[in-house]
């Protein structure tokens, strides 16, 4: 599976952002894809899912209520949307899937996730 992020840019604090995430093929009916960040200096963390097979979701606690995770099965791709940005939120965004059924609780842990796109930076700044 390949992926492929997009949508990062500069924005300034309490703006919004949309993220895209375009993916190839998957061949199950059993799958993940979830967005990731990784601030400077810090460990990657997982900031919403989405399950391919029942359109549910997931959310860290940082972040809900100001992102919201979609998909668009017609055009292969997964959106990030981002409200009332801060400066915390910079990082690099990534997103990335996964197959096979996969307990809730380590939906947003990095290490369960084996397909990555590279990222697309978000800058919080003014």
């Known amino acids: 599976v390949q992926l492929q992020a997009s949508g990062g840019g500069l924005v300034p604090p309490g703006g919004s952002l949309r993220l895209s995430c375009t993916f190839s093929?998957?061949?199950?009916?059993?799958?993940?894809i979830a967005w990731f960040r990784q601030a400077p200096g810090k460990e990657r963390e997982g900031v919403a899912m989405i399950n391919g097979r029942d359109g549910s979701t997931k959310y860290a606690g940082s972040v809900k209520g100001r992102f919201t995770i979609s998909r668009d099965n017609s055009k292969s791709t997964v959106h990030l949307q981002i409200h009332d940005l801060n400066l915390e939120d910079t990082a690099v965004y990534y997103c990335?899937?996964?197959?096979?059924?996969?307990?809730?609780?380590?939906?947003?842990?990095?290490?369960?996730?084996?397909?990555w796109g590279q990222g697309t930076l978000v800058t919080v700044s003014s």
């Open positions: 990335a899937t996964r197959y096979g059924r996969l307990a809730l609780s380590a939906t947003l842990s990095p290490t369960q996730y084996n397909y």
């Open positions: 093929e998957i061949t199950s009916d059993y799958y993940h």
